[in-house]
Nanobody, 123 residues
């Protein structure tokens, strides 16, 4: 069992930056999970943003964020991060972190989810 809590969302102007955090707690060892970030805009399906392997050696990104977003993790702090730079209005969404047994882009392969944090990018 894992509990995930996202933070760091907010309102930012286009071109700005935000850093999201996802803190994990529970009986399981954080480093035993690959982690992912997803986002869901109003009226749209939840989509993959980025993923990182258990030790952080491998990362994957959606084409729409590649070169602008960076996923990282600190296993000592049980936390995964999403640094978002050069934000665009189309990045506006609720952002969720989630756990998986292996690093993947596939939503259905993620088990535990946080409650989400709102990111709003104004033009």
């Amino acid at each position: 069992q894992v509990q995930l809590v996202e933070s760091g969302g907010g309102l930012v102007q286009a071109g700005g930056s935000l850093r999201l955090s996802c803190a994990a707690s529970g009986r399981s060892t954080f480093s035993s999970y690959a982690m992912g970030w997803f986002r869901q805009a109003p009226g749209k399906e939840r989509e993959f943003v980025a993923a990182i392997s258990r030790r952080g050696g491998s990362t994957y990104y959606a084409d729409s964020v590649k070169g602008r977003f960076t996923i990282s993790r600190d296993n000592a702090k049980n936390t995964v991060y999403l640094q978002m730079n050069s934000l665009k209005p189309e990045d506006t969404a609720v952002y969720y972190c989630a756990t998986s047994s292996a690093v993947t882009r596939t939503r259905r392969e993620y088990d535990y989810w946080g409650q989400g944090t709102q990111v709003t990018v104004s033009s």
